[in-house]
């Protein structure tokens, strides 16, 4: 695994358990609603990854 894939699991994990803890700290411990949570974690992964300038892992940074 090379570091430009090992950074959006990192970024996708910090993501995935700030969403996780909100829904959960509102009290809806619904398992559905915090799998969407963490679905929902996705989304600030995969704009840095569209976003060719982006310098951690934009697409077209070609770091290993």
């Known amino acids: 695994m090379n570091k430009q894939t090992k950074a959006m699991?990192?970024?996708y994990a910090r993501s995935a358990i700030a969403a996780v803890v909100a829904v959960y700290s509102t009290g809806n411990t619904n398992p559905d609603d915090l799998a969407k949570a963490a679905v929902a974690a996705l989304i600030p992964v995969i704009m840095r990854w569209a976003n060719p300038k982006d310098?951690?892992?934009?697409r077209g940074n070609s770091q290993s």
Do not use: V
């Open 9 to 11: 699991l990192a970024s």
């Open 55 to 58: 310098p951690a892992y934009g």
